[in-house]
Nanobody, 122 residues
């Protein structure tokens, strides 16, 4: 069974930072495009960032550009979402998902993690 695991969520004050990690125990996510999504209470799930297998191909939701950075830790076969300058509106459950392809523009979302809660509150 293909599985992804997210970690790194928690409670943080506005302006603070968190580092989310996405890892897989049953397959190698180095060969998949990986996306980060979030779902806030009462809202639809939205894709906030994606990274292709080369690491050089990334994209971001406009509202997180300049604040969030997606990257790969090849040594650990993980995908990192570094979140800086967090805002109250960033509060959500964050999920990572593996595409069936190597590109963020192709394939479908094949594997999802269980999610990790990010709570931005003063």
């Amino acid at each position: 069974q293909l599985q992804l695991v997210e970690s790194g969520g928690g409670l943080v004050q506005p302006g603070g930072s968190l580092r989310l990690s996405c890892s897989a125990s049953t397959f190698n996510l180095d060969f998949r495009a990986i996306g980060w999504f979030r779902q806030a209470p009462g809202k639809e799930r939205e894709e906030i960032s994606c990274i292709g297998i080369t690491g050089g191909s990334t994209n971001y939701l406009d509202s997180v550009k300049g604040r969030f950075t997606i990257s790969r830790d090849v040594a650990k076969s993980t995908v990192i979402l570094q979140m800086n300058a967090l805002e109250l509106e960033d509060t959500a459950v964050y999920y990572c998902a593996a595409r069936s392809s190597t590109s963020c523009r192709r394939g479908y979302l094949e594997v999802w993690g269980q999610g990790t809660l990010v709570n931005v509150s003063s």
